[in-house]
C-alpha cells in the first residue's frame, strides 16, 4: 500500500508540473499580490479535491457516460476560460488595478476545474490504476487526497517564488507581458476545449 502511494505521489507531481489553466490563472494573480494567488489556489483545489472524491466514490463515471452533461460542462468550463482570457488580452494595456476580493480569486480557480470534464475523467483513468488490487473504497479517497496535498504544495511552491519576483512582474512592460501570454493561454485552452470531443 505505502509503495503504492509513493508511486502515486511522484506520478501526481509530475502530472502538477504541466502547465496548465491553473497555472496561467496563479501567473495573473501573483502579478496583483500574493492574496489573491493563494485564494486561486484555494478554489483550484477545492475543485481538484471534488473531482478525485467523486472519481473514488464512483460519481464521475455518471458524468463520462452521459454524453449531454459532459458536453454541456465542457462548453460551459470552455467559455469561462475564454472569458478569463479575453479579460486578460484588455487589461493588459491598462494600469495596475487594485488587487481583487479574495472571493472573485477563488471561485476563478474553483469554476475553472470544476468546469472541467476532463478532470474528472482523468480522476476515473488515473486514480484506480495504482490502488493495489485488495484495496477498498476507503483506500480510493486517501489517493485522493493525496492527489490533493500534492497538487496544492506545488502550487504554494509556485507561489512564492512568483511572490519573491513579483517586483519583476509589476513592471509596466513586464505586467503587460504577463496579461498578455496569460489571456492567450487561456482563450487557446478554452479553444481546445471546444474544439477537442474528449
Not at 502547465?19 to 484555494?42: D, F, I, N, W
Amino acid at each position: 500500500m505505502w509503495s503504492s502511494i509513493v508511486a502515486f505521489a511522484a506520478a501526481s507531481f509530475l502530472i502538477a508540473l504541466s502547465p496548465g489553466p491553473g497555472t496561467a490563472l496563479v501567473l495573473r494573480q501573483s502579478v496583483r499580490g500574493r492574496a489573491g494567488a493563494l485564494a486561486t489556489v484555494a478554489g483550484m483545489e477545492v475543485g481538484v479535491a471534488v473531482w478525485a472524491v467523486a472519481a473514488a466514490l464512483g460519481l464521475s463515471a455518471l458524468l463520462t457516460a452521459s454524453e449531454i452533461a459532459y458536453h454541456g460542462l465542457r462548453v460551459a468550463g470552455a467559455a469561462y476560460l475564454i472569458h478569463l482570457g479575453v479579460s486578460a488580452l484588455l487589461k493588459a494595456g491598462a494600469p495596475l488595478p487594485e488587487a481583487e476580493p479574495a472571493r472573485h480569486a477563488l471561485r476563478a480557480g474553483l469554476v475553472v476545474n470544476l468546469a472541467n470534464p476532463k478532470l474528472g475523467a482523468f480522476a476515473l483513468s488515473f486514480l484506480p490504476q495504482f490502488l493495489p488490487a485488495d484495496a477498498g473504497r476507503g483506500a480510493l479517497l486517501v489517493f485522493a487526497l493525496v492527489w490533493v496535498a500534492v497538487d496544492t504544495l506545488w502550487y504554494l511552491v509556485v507561489v512564492g517564488v512568483l511572490d519573491r519576483v513579483r517586483g519583476l512582474l509589476s513592471r509596466a512592460r513586464v505586467r503587460r507581458a504577463v496579461e498578455r501570454v496569460s489571456g492567450a493561454v487561456l482563450v487557446g485552452l478554452g479553444l481546445r476545449l471546444v474544439l477537442d470531443p474528449r
